[in-house]
């Protein structure tokens, strides 16, 4: 990961991430950079000024698209008595301008060399993530009159960068420079654009270019106006919350990514740096999160993950008809199929969510034209549970990638090697299952049965749906309990032993309805109990188990998404006080993080940290984590569709006095939802 002091600016699925100075300098296994499509365009951009190299006074993040340097020549020195100021500003916008400003401070005029040495090593952005750039194309740069032309060809899959300035420069193969002379108090300025142009394998261009010059940052802040307008208002006397609020609305925006195929239409891409591009899972949980507040993001992705459904048996992409995508990349290691991602569909858990979505945007929006649409959809991806994802003949959705040497070993959210074991810390065989998924295969057949009696006008097959989603709850509920425990295994190996540890996904079976009402006072309290609530929030793995590490991937951080989908099953089972106790954690954790949540941070005590500790590779921004607050002001004003209505039963942590949010949109039209709470240090709140 690149270090902590990297400025990053972003635009869908276009981002630059370099040092405080403007600089880029990257290496195989550093992700900065300019990046577009999956493919690092712009690997060294280094200003200098006769010859020195600058250094930083400041920067401003003015948005999420725009940034702005202001840096003097030479050395850091505690004192710095500079006759010389640059700003850089610049902006991303489908590709990349950056406008660069001298000024001379002296009495007397000064002649200087100005210089920028640009270079692109168009690393597909798997070989930085995986640490080996081994490209096997060829490079090439051009420097013309007017521009440099930087590229890569392999067969007919062609990536470029073209370098242009608006004053007259010298260009040759390794950047670009200008003599100028500058009388005292005087400036000089130039804008540089850096357009990118890819094309496909197949001969298809994909070319990223700007749009005429100052056009492309009017349209991304009016954009942006826009966006954060037509968003409900939230009004708190808890500062913080009203803050971190208007961050998440302003990077969900920065994040909307859209697909060469939706023509404009926008679907959330994962995280910065290595997942700016759709998924199913993440897009999917986001929308969820955000449905109250952004529900047309629902529709776009569900639409474009319908559309994109598994059609075949292929093993080398694990997809299988009616499977809904993982992951679609559209750089070179996928062109050329050295792993798998175009698309790939080892997810597990993507197929019921996508049915659950359907049913929750159907109940928010009313939206009856896009549930008919998508009957067919909906239909394959529940044959998908039955007939292809039960690789055991059990009744369960199980996992085994077919594709062994780049497939995904762990296909549920938990997706890394070590995520499911055993109590011993020993690790299970395949296939796998997981415990939260059998609840999204129960919660999607429910959800599914009322769209069929609905409004696909087949009782016959909602009545089998319903039948089958009892059946899979008792037969789970007698399975997967662990006794002694008192709670759900993680998961359960071919042969029925479970994985017997205690870990966060039990929430996730909370939310999804699965869990017997006798058993659900038990689960909530392990949630908030101290093996698994840190203080900040709940643990991904319990505290005392073998593989328990508090800055361990999937073993024991804390997951912001996780814990708001685990508020929002607690209160689904009426534990109210126990959602607004995970909801206060995780929101006293994001005032640490300038209201922006990283996709995880440590699961040390609160009692050992006076503020949460980032795990050190996490994305931020990150799409669910930055649907976690909208998710959490949901479930703590208890906001739910009911016949058509929305129903508004808060329940606030300690301390965070009134809140209103105004304008929720829905198949209501717009309504308004307030709550106060006890100002009470000890107790919550009804």
């Not at 959800?447 to 008792?474: C, I, M, S, T, V």
């Not at 966060?504 to 698994?532: M, Y």
């Not at 996490?618 to 909208?630: N, V, Y």
């Not at 009134?658 to 107790?683: T, Y």
């Amino acid at each position: 990961m690149a270090a902590s002091n990297t400025i990053r600016i972003l635009d869908g699925n276009t981002f630059v991430v370099s040092e405080d100075t403007g600089d880029i300098e990257a290496t195989p296994s550093e992700p900065t950079g300019l990046f577009s499509l999956d493919t690092r365009f712009l690997s060294k951009w280094v200003l200098t000024v006769n010859g020195e190299r600058l250094n930083a006074l400041s920067y401003d993040d003015l948005q999420y698209y725009e940034a702005r340097f202001f840096l003097v020549p030479g050395m850091a020195t505690h004192y710095i008595d500079a006759k010389l100021s640059i700003i850089r500003e610049r902006a991303v916008g489908g590709s990349f301008r950056e406008t660069v400003t001298i000024l001379n401070h002296d009495e007397k005029a000064v002649d200087l060399e100005i210089r920028m040495e640009a270079g692109a090593d168009f690393a597909d952005l798997f070989q930085v993530k995986d640490e080996i750039l081994n490209k096997k194309g060829e490079t090439y740069a051009e420097a013309e009159t007017d521009r440099l032309r930087l590229g890569y060809r392999r067969g007919n899959f062609r990536r470029e960068t073209i370098i242009a300035a608006s004053q007259p420069a010298r260009y040759d193969r390794n950047g670009f420079a200008w003599s100028i002379h500058l009388e005292p108090n005087e400036q000089w300025d130039t804008a540089i654009d850096v357009q990118t142009h890819a094309v496909g394998p197949g001969g298809r261009d994909l070319r990223m270019g700007l749009r005429a010059h100052g056009t492309e940052r009017l349209a991304l802040q009016h954009d942006l106006e826009q966006w954060v307008a037509k968003a409900p208002k939230v009004n708190t006397e808890h500062e913080q919350l009203a803050s971190t609020y208007r961050r998440s609305l302003i990077d969900l925006a920065a994040l909307r990514f859209s697909p060469l195929s939706l023509g404009g239409q926008t679907l959330p891409a994962a995280g910065l740096p290595w997942f700016m591009t759709m998924f199913g899972r993440d897009s999917i949980f986001t929308c969820l999160q955000v449905l109250p507040f952004a529900p047309e993001m629902s529709k776009t992705t569900l639409r474009i993950l319908g559309a994109l459904q598994g059609t075949r048996f292929d093993d080398f992409r694990d997809e299988d008809p009616g499977r809904i995508l993982h992951e679609m990349r559209y750089g070179e290691t996928a062109a050329f199929e050295e792993q798998p991602h175009s698309p790939y569909y080892g997810s597990v858990d993507a197929t019921p969510l996508f049915l659950v979505l359907l049913d929750e945007y159907e109940k928010w929006s009313g939206d009856v034209a896009l549930v008919k649409e998508l009957e067919r959809e909906c239909r394959a991806a529940l044959k998908w549970i039955d007939d292809y994802a039960d690789l055991v003949g059990n009744g369960y959705i199980w996992y085994e990638r077919r594709n062994s040497d780049t497939g995904l070993e762990n296909q549920c959210w938990k997706d890394s090697w070590d995520s499911l074991s055993y109590s011993d810390g020993t690790l299970p065989p395949f296939p796998r299952a997981t415990c939260e998924v059998q609840g999204y295969a129960y919660d999607a057949k429910m959800r599914a049965a009322r769209l069929a009696r609905e409004f696909w006008g087949d009782p016959a097959y909602a009545e089998q749906l319903e039948r089958e989603a009892a059946q899979l709850k008792e037969r789970f509920n007698r399975d997967w309990w662990v006794e002694d425990g008192g709670y759900y295994a993680l998961g359960m190996d071919p042969n029925g032993r479970q994985c017997d540890v205690l870990s966060s996904n039990i929430g996730h079976l909370l939310w999804s309805g699965i869990v017997d009402d006798d058993r659900a006072a038990q689960v909530a309290a392990h949630l908030v109990g101290p093996r698994l609530f840190s203080g900040w929030g709940v643990r991904t793995l319990a505290e005392g188990e073998v593989r328990y590490n508090p800055i361990g991937y999937h073993n024991g951080t804390i997951w912001p998404f996780d814990n708001s989908f685990i508020a929002w099953g607690l209160r689904r089972y009426g534990f109210a006080e126990e959602a607004a106790t995970i909801a206060n954690g995780i929101l006293d954790a994001a005032r640490y993080f300038d209201g922006r949540l990283p996709e995880a941070f440590g699961g040390y005590q609160r009692e050992l940290t006076k503020f949460p500790v980032e795990y050190p590779t996490a994305c931020s921004p990150q799409a669910w984590s930055t649907g976690t607050p909208l998710l959490l002001i949901r479930t703590m004003l208890g906001l739910e569709p009911h016949e058509g209505h929305l129903a508004v039963d808060p329940r606030l942590p300690v301390g965070m006095g009134r809140i209103e949010v105004l304008d929720i949109p829905g198949r209501w039209g717009r309504v308004d939802a307030f709550a106060r709470g006890r100002i009470d240090l000890h107790n919550l709140v009804d």
